[in-house]
């Protein structure tokens, strides 16, 4: 079985992540039927008006039935009980896979209530959700983790890398762990960083803060606009990884203190210039 004929295929949750799976399919011919499943009765007009799939219910069982491959992309909190729900359902030799941002708790729940079980994370978003910023380019030559284990069908993992590479992302392996620290450090720290300094900035009566806070302030702080209950689940499913990278960013801002508190210059004047040139060469490789 290939990506490129499959019969049908179900996107459980159909939001950005969702939507653009749904759109990239569909205007690819990937496969033949998309359904979505949706939790609200109004979910299934906005799927069908984004053209994001062929037909939309809030029916799992329904949604899932005779579906080759289904992904989910719901949070990560909602995906075990999800799954224990869908399993009567699926034809036998259904694969589901999913777009989670953690792969550790995800891929051990999973795996034992799923047969054919591959862990995926397309590293591509926007901190606007909904069905309606969905993009059919979302995952173009974007990274996407696979977190196979010793437990994974080979054919399986293969199929899931076909169905990705078909939507125009770049497969990955990588173990479930280790895919947990790069991303705390790459994607949740982030995050965590511009929802802090948000707080910092902005929750503390300080009179005329918010005329000063411009155009950089808007910038780094874009990601703090995203899903709290995804968000949520992200930092109670990834929280050993998250305490690390923020550690690892709370002796970087020590020693920028101890700078500030000598006055010393050169320190200074290192700290910013080693940032800039470590992003130029990040930027340069990505080019």
């Not at 995050?191 to 780094?220: E, I, K």
């Not at 709290?228 to 923020?246: G, K």
Request: charged share 20%.
């Amino acid at each position: 079985m290939s990506a490129v004929d499959l019969p049908k295929i179900t996107v459980v949750g159909v939001g950005l992540l969702g939507g653009s799976i749904g759109l990239a399919v569909r205007q690819r011919h990937i496969a033949r039927h998309v359904t979505g499943y949706v939790r609200r009765p109004e979910q299934i007009a906005e799927c069908l008006a984004a053209g994001a799939v062929d037909e939309a219910t809030q029916d799992l069982a329904a949604a899932v039935t005779d579906a080759a491959l289904v992904i989910l992309c719901t949070p990560v909190g909602q995906m075990r009980e999800l799954a224990q729900q869908l399993r009567p359902h699926l034809r036998a030799d259904a694969i589901v896979t999913d777009v989670g941002s953690v792969k550790g708790s995800v891929v051990a729940e999973l795996e034992t209530v799923l047969p054919q079980f591959v862990g995926s994370h397309p590293m591509a978003g926007s901190e606007k959700t909904g069905v309606a910023h969905a993009r059919a380019d979302l995952f173009e030559g974007a990274v996407c983790a696979v977190t196979a284990t010793p437990k994974t069908n080979p054919a399986a993992v293969a199929t899931v890398e076909t169905f990705w590479r078909a939507l125009g992302a770049r497969p990955v392996h990588l173990s479930p762990e280790e895919h947990d620290r790069l991303v705390a450090r790459a994607s949740h720290l982030p995050h965590a960083v511009a929802t802090a300094l948000v707080n910092t900035v902005l929750g503390r009566a300080v009179n005329g803060q918010s005329d000063f806070c411009a155009t950089g302030f808007r910038d780094t702080t874009r990601l703090a606009d995203g899903s709290v209950a995804m968000w949520r689940d992200i930092a109670l499913a990834n929280r050993e990884s998250i305490d690390q990278a923020l550690g690892e960013l709370a002796d970087e801002l020590g020693a920028l203190r101890q700078a500030l508190g000598r006055g010393d210059t050169q320190a200074l004047e290192q700290f910013f210039a080693r940032g800039q040139k470590l992003r130029a060469d990040w930027l340069q490789r990505k080019a």
